[in-house]
């Protein structure tokens, strides 16, 4: 059972435009929230995380939000870049019933910005 | 090195083979996972290490399927008698602590079984 569900297989954004990925889960015990990059061939690149006690971090063009109540976090890419097309993972851990830093992965997003 | 690697990147094995996969993390991280990842999935969790302490291997498929960490360091996965069921990306993982941390990944071994 997909305890962390990306139910966006792909998103196309143009240029300079804000990218929108989101992002549910259903284990109320998740408390930390992660979002991975990843290019053809290459592992998963740690993008930007967030803990479940705040509903926004920011770096950069990067901006995650989390919404407890609703168990759902969403990723804002803005301005997007070409550069930033790839596959997006969402990720949470957390469950006290398992290895505390144990990752549960959504199933990706496929970015890409063209120009 | 600066990052997490793993050897080999590509690997074909025909069906009923033993294989052996080869992390080596980020120096001195204490925690290292491993993550299997078949086509078109997220990656699943398969075993966690403390140092060279195996503490939960409960994502490990079978009984085919064996890790290990004896010097806290680098770790190798085994599967003995490949099937074809076993295709996927073996994705090693790195953290400095014991608590939740940001992982960080190596590129993978990708595993095909004829």
């Known amino acids: 059972d997909q305890q962390v569900k990306q139910n966006s297989p792909s998103l196309s954004v143009q240029e300079g435009r804000i990218s929108i990925l989101n992002c549910d889960y259903t284990?109320?015990?998740?408390?930390?929230f992660l979002w991975y990059k990843k290019y053809p061939a290459e592992g998963p690149t740690f993008l930007i995380s967030i803990s479940s006690i705040k509903d926004k971090n920011e770096d950069g063009r990067f901006t995650v939000f989390l919404n407890k109540s609703a168990k759902h976090l969403s990723l804002h890419i803005v301005p997007s870049q070409p550069g930033d097309s790839a596959v997006y993972f969402c990720?949470?851990?957390?469950?006290?019933?398992?290895?505390?830093?144990?990752?549960?992965f959504g199933r990706g997003t496929q970015l890409t910005v063209w120009p | 090195g600066a990052g997490v690697s793993q050897s080999p990147r590509y690997k074909v094995a025909k069906r009923g083979q033993d294989v052996a996969l080869r992390c080596d993390p980020i120096s001195g991280h204490v925690s290292l996972f491993w993550y299997q990842q078949a086509l078109g999935q997220g990656p699943e969790f398969l075993t966690y290490?403390?140092?060279?302490?195996?503490?939960?291997k409960s994502g490990l498929p079978s009984d085919r399927f064996f890790a290990e960490r004896p010097e806290g360091s680098v770790s190798t996965l085994k599967i003995q008698r490949t099937q074809q069921e076993d295709s996927a990306v073996y994705l090693c993982?790195?953290?400095?602590?014991?608590?939740?941390?940001?992982?960080?990944f190596g590129p993978g071994t990708r595993l095909l079984v004829l």
């Open positions: 290490f403390q140092n060279e302490a195996q503490l939960d």
């Open positions: 284990n109320s015990m998740f408390d930390y």
């Open positions: 993982a790195s953290s400095a602590g014991w608590v939740q941390e940001t992982q960080y």
């Open positions: 990720a949470a851990s957390g469950d006290r019933g398992s290895t505390l830093g144990r990752l549960y």
